[in-house]
């Protein structure tokens, strides 16, 4: 009965101690065929630095069209578009700074 107990609360614990990339990013992510890093990819090629990726990937989120989206036609066409976020400013702010440290490039090169 107390190994039960221990296991339930090491997985509830690990359910809250994931942040906020991991939750609402990955999670909704893991299904699709192109994983965050080359979205990530695609997202510094077309908005070139950091201010400008977080600015155009938050206002995405937030007003989700297919004339705004740097995912293909054919991507689009077979996944759709999402579904406007329901995170908060703070919500997505994190969740893009931590998305920014972990596929940046920049200072990563030697």
């Given at each position: 009965?107390?190994?039960?107990?221990?296991?339930?609360?090491?997985?509830?614990?690990?359910?809250?101690a994931q942040d906020a990339y991991?939750?609402?990013?990955?999670?909704?992510?893991?299904?699709?065929?192109t994983s965050l890093q080359r979205m990530f990819m695609?997202?510094?090629l077309v908005y070139?630095?950091?201010?400008?990726?977080?600015?155009?990937?938050k206002h995405y989120l937030k007003y989700p069209l297919?004339?705004?989206?740097?995912?293909?036609?054919?991507?689009?066409?077979?996944y759709g578009i999402k579904k406007k976020t329901t995170?908060?400013?703070?919500?997505?702010?994190?969740a893009l700074d931590i998305y920014w440290d972990k596929f940046k490039v920049f200072n990563k090169l030697k």
């Amino acid at each position: 009965m107390v190994k039960h107990i221990i296991l339930s609360l090491v997985l509830i614990s690990g359910l809250f101690a994931q942040d906020a990339y991991e939750r609402n990013c990955v999670e909704c992510h893991k299904e699709l065929p192109t994983s965050l890093q080359r979205m990530f990819m695609r997202y510094l090629l077309v908005y070139g630095g950091e201010q400008n990726v977080k600015a155009g990937l938050k206002h995405y989120l937030k007003y989700p069209l297919k004339e705004i989206s740097v995912m293909s036609d054919l991507f689009i066409d077979s996944y759709g578009i999402k579904k406007k976020t329901t995170l908060s400013d703070s919500e997505i702010d994190e969740a893009l700074d931590i998305y920014w440290d972990k596929f940046k490039v920049f200072n990563k090169l030697k």
